[in-house]
């Protein structure tokens, strides 16, 4: 039986694991809702010893160190590691598409950008994620519940990625060469599109459109304003085999709609 070690059983990891053991594979993890905890070292070194390939979704430390590569990195050797990052790697493109040639750390996310770099030299598949959202995560919910914010913001483009394109993706990057793969859909859009897209589905008024001053947002929240950019997903259909089941927006929200 192929087996999977997975540090970090968060949102997407979750649905990755699940998707893997439907194919026949054994996971362990580490997480809240994982099999094994993280600071259990004997346990966890055991499990790798067992383990043909490894995905984490740990996030960096805020000085760029690698909690998992720090522990762990020296018991990684001859796996077939996964690492899922983040397209705020790039940093702020004013608008222009990215793909995975462009230089990165010169934005906000400098932790992210080092990490995604540590990971490339160990010869992982570095998955670069932009704004994720599915079931129960995504611009219904913030509509339903009159959270949804439509900032006053021209040209502010995002790229987005529905939570099971992942899962696919990651899926074929178990197979495939070392290096980045943006998984993003084809169609980046701005957060206001989305918004009103999504109360239009539910059938509910748009909400106003405020400054960002105006609409009281967290540090985080605001954070995600700073920057403006199209990300680019050929690589990945070509070398990946990977194709969005929800190219859109559009496609994805209907589906989490008819589901819920």
């Not at 990490?115 to 598949?125: E, H, I, M």
């Not at 999504?198 to 405020?210: D, S």
């Not at 105006?214 to 259909?237: D, I, M, Q």
């Amino acid at each position: 039986m192929r087996r999977i070690f997975i540090f970090g059983l968060g949102y997407t990891a979750k649905r990755i694991g699940a998707a893997l053991e439907a194919r026949g594979w054994e996971v362990v993890s580490t997480g809240r809702e994982g099999t094994l905890r993280f600071d259990d070292a004997g346990n966890v070194r055991l499990a790798l010893a067992d383990a043909g390939h490894v995905l984490s979704s740990v996030p960096p430390d805020g000085a760029g160190s690698d909690p998992v590569l720090e522990v762990y990195g020296d018991a990684l050797g001859g796996k077939v590691p996964v690492y899922l990052s983040s397209t705020g790697v790039y940093g702020d493109t004013a608008g222009a598409w990215v793909d995975e040639s462009a230089p990165t750390g010169q934005g906000r996310r400098t932790a992210r950008a080092a990490a995604d770099a540590l990971w490339l030299d160990l010869g992982a598949r570095v998955l670069r994620l932009p704004g994720i959202y599915g079931p129960g995560r995504s611009a219904l919910e913030r509509a339903a519940s009159g959270s949804a914010h439509r900032i006053d913001l021209p040209g502010q483009i995002f790229s987005r990625v529905h939570v099971d394109d992942i899962v696919s993706a990651a899926e074929l990057a178990l197979n495939a060469p070392a290096g980045a793969y943006n998984i993003a859909d084809d169609e980046p859009a701005s957060q206001n599109a989305v918004i009103e897209h999504a109360c239009r589905l539910l059938g509910l008024p748009v909400p106003p459109l405020q400054t960002l001053d105006e609409a009281g947002l967290s540090p985080t929240a605001r954070a995600f304003y700073a920057e403006n950019r199209r990300v680019a997903n050929r690589k990945a259909r070509r070398e990946l085999g990977w194709q969005p089941r929800y190219p859109t927006y559009r496609e994805g929200l209907a589906a989490l709609l008819a589901a819920r």
